[in-house]
């Protein structure tokens, strides 16, 4: 139940406690929980963005730029052929753990993530509504078969063996900073079914989220007493448009991350704070009340 309007956040109390966040949940128990980057790093992926909301490096490759050119491809599965393996093999830490056991509680019933590397499951969360897909598949754009991203590897490091023994730093969601002299080279996996172009399962910048993943998660956010913000810096509206409903259901928004987000001034607590021991924290407290 919400029987407060959201109060905005307080400029002179820029991170609120444990105290503060074990209360909200107490008072706002069923959340809508959305999930970023910043939840994943202490799983050694890298996050897109500083705590001042900037890109890190430069901004990822766009829809737009992947379909235009064979260049552009080249590069990104080059990229990816390094990058990959380091989401494949990262397991979920302490704040997925937490989450899973707040879902089994019965404070989180359907949790939302903009990520795409599947560590949520992977901890046992249950009806996760991945906004920007999955980076464990890989469609055809030209035959629509799935396939997983495993066996696209195995093709990837039989066909460009040159770049089997290259490391370069690893970058969000499976990327990598790979600058190499021979790109022209590199060999583009196909569909073994058409042959047609192959396209990560995943929602590319600059690409629209499927209609049926936004209208799962808005009625999520519905039969929600609360927001959580775990992880984000919210500069992408595909995630920031929740917090914009929530205010207009009259539904506060709480957050825990490390810098700033676009919704800080949505926002009726947060705390800037480490997401895997807040929310470690907050899972044993309730587990207590």
């Known amino acids: 139940m919400t029987d407060l309007q959201p109060a905005p956040l307080d400029p002179s109390n820029e991170s609120h406690s444990l105290d503060d966040l074990h209360r909200f949940v107490q008072r706002y128990p069923r959340l809508f929980v959305?999930?970023?980057?910043g939840i994943s790093t202490d799983s050694g992926i890298p996050?897109?963005?500083d705590d001042n909301g900037e890109w890190k490096r430069s901004?990822?490759?766009?829809?737009?730029?992947?379909?235009?050119?064979?260049?552009?491809?080249?590069?990104?599965?080059?990229?990816?052929?390094i990058g990959w393996p380091v989401v494949a093999h990262a397991q979920p830490n302490a704040a997925h753990t937490a989450l899973a056991r707040l879902q089994a509680a019965g404070h989180v019933p359907t949790l939302v993530?903009?990520?795409?590397?599947?560590l949520h499951q992977r901890a046992g969360s249950r009806e996760v509504i991945e906004l920007h897909g999955g980076i464990d598949g890989v469609t055809c754009l030209d035959c629509g078969m799935q396939h997983a991203r495993a066996s696209i590897q195995q093709t990837l490091e039989a066909d460009n063996p040159a770049l089997l023994n290259v490391t370069a730093e690893t970058a969000a969601d499976g990327d990598a900073h790979l600058e190499w002299h021979a790109l022209d080279t590199f060999r583009v996996p196909a569909?073994?079914?058409?042959?047609?172009?192959?396209?990560?399962?995943v929602v590319f910048f600059g690409e629209s989220v499927p209609r049926e993943r936004v209208e799962?998660?808005?009625?999520?956010?519905?039969?929600?007493?609360a927001v959580l913000v775990v992880g984000s810096s919210l500069?992408?509206?595909?995630?920031?448009r929740f917090c914009v409903w929530a205010q207009k259901q009259g539904k506060p928004i709480a957050a825990i991350n490390l810098g700033r987000t676009r919704a800080d001034p949505l926002l009726?607590?947060?705390l800037a704070a480490p997401c895997a021991e807040t929310l470690t924290a907050l899972a044993g407290r309730l587990a207590l009340d």
């Open 268 to 270: 009726s607590l947060k």
């Open 113 to 118: 993530t903009q990520n795409v590397d599947g």
């Open 216 to 225: 799962a998660a808005s009625h999520a956010l519905d039969a929600a007493d």
């Open 191 to 201: 569909c073994s079914n058409c042959g047609g172009l192959l396209k990560p399962a």
């Open 34 to 37: 959305l999930t970023g980057a």
């Open 59 to 81: 901004p990822p490759i766009t829809l737009q730029e992947f379909l235009g050119t064979q260049a552009m491809r080249q590069r990104y599965w080059a990229r990816s052929m």
């Open 47 to 49: 996050g897109y963005r």
């Open 235 to 240: 500069m992408v509206y595909s995630g920031y």
